[in-house]
């Protein structure tokens, strides 16, 4: 039995109407999921108000109400408990409820703009090869060790992170490999998880949509490493400009790695090719199967928590080279008439910008680069010119399309993409609006040895237009297409 005084630990309350001496259900901010003797957290988002929903989670049974402000009337045999923030309150509560699975994993938290979902993957793939029961919380699925469940944020909520740190434990994983958003650190759901180690790879134009300012945004970033205990490790990237800042104030062990810059861990690339690398690290030749220099930031930060986490360097670097590319992460294929096609998540200007000098560094030029982006709807829009800028700079043809339109025109969202593409280019650029017609309209330009980007979408098999999902997948898209085109 678990009393609402229990969960409260750690919670900053201002004050209480009612005991906290009561037997409680479980948790839950969703007024239309509460049931008899639940716990309602009144969360205040962007679009609605938990505080507006209180009456409704008691008329389904709710026996404890958690708040900012208290209603104007209180319900005989309803506990009421005012925090001053919410969200927060609802970190602590559900780490409580679940018996604070973090404190009894070692749990690592990846955060930056780009290379999240890779990193934490490829750790996840890393350990497990190496024989340990591993846990994974990523944009792409969860897994509890082999058992994989969909994902639906970057950083789930608070209730949804410790229920499966807790699966995790109960299944007899060790370590869990965790990415960390900054909608998810600005909404509290990591501020009572106990980290071994916090990874920062990188910061650009992302989420102004959200956040006010680029500043803002780094500061979130900072924030989570400024609350990771001493215990903890915290690895950053010193190549990128704001590497520092993320370690200005943390009390956890600092670590660096780069491939300009003099640092902790040290990496540099000797061949780069289609089919994969070869990477010095730390004196030592690797092979790996991954290609450019974000994978090569990449791969460098996994080996240096493997190596902060106990691993051996030489079996680290070992594993290195077997692991596979992430799902949707420069993930190609080639047709049988020699037709490359690359799907790529890249959804920023820096990740586009990367994926596109990758793929002109390895290229012999003799063959033509096409280039298929769009940019989401109801998000940030200051990025839509600069992605169209980089895509018709860096490509033989760019096709500007949809990609998540949401609420929003697709056209309008493709207009403003425009406005980036200087005079010289206008000749290479066109817009076809349905993503699907985009991609075999590429797949008619394209001849052998060719390729073909499509960016933006990565791993998603849903396109989301006036609040519906419907099943589109990039990778099984452009394989129909060029199987049906070149019988």
Known sequence: MIKLKDILYRVAIEAVHGSTDIAIGKLDFDSRKIEANDVFIAIRGAISDGHDYIQKAIDLGAKAIICDTFPETFVSEVSYVQVNDTNKALAFMAANYFGNPSEKLKLVGITGTNGKTTIASLLYQLFKKAGFKVGLLSTVKILVDD???KATHTTPDSITINHFLNEMLNAGVEYCFMEVSSHGIHQKRTEALHFKGGVFTNLSHDHLDYHATFAEYRDVKKSFF??????AFAISNIDDKNGAVMLQNTVAQKRTYALKSYADYKAQILENLLSGSLLKIEGNEVWVKLIGVFNAYNLLAIYATAIELGMDKIETLRLLSELESVSGRFQYIVSDSNITAIVDYAHTPDALD???KTINEVRTNNEQLITIVGCGGNRDKTKRPVMAQIASELSNQTILTSDNPRDEDPDVIISEMEQGVAPQNHKKVFAVTDRKQAIK???????PNDIILIAGKG???????KGVRAHFDDMETVKEILEELHK
């Open 147 to 149: 058992v994989e469940y």
């Open 226 to 231: 400024d609350h990771l205990p001493k215990t």
């Open 354 to 356: 990367n994926v596109l």
């Open 441 to 447: 309209i590429a797949c008619q330009l394209a001849k």
């Open 459 to 465: 791993h998603e098999t849903y396109q989301e237009i």
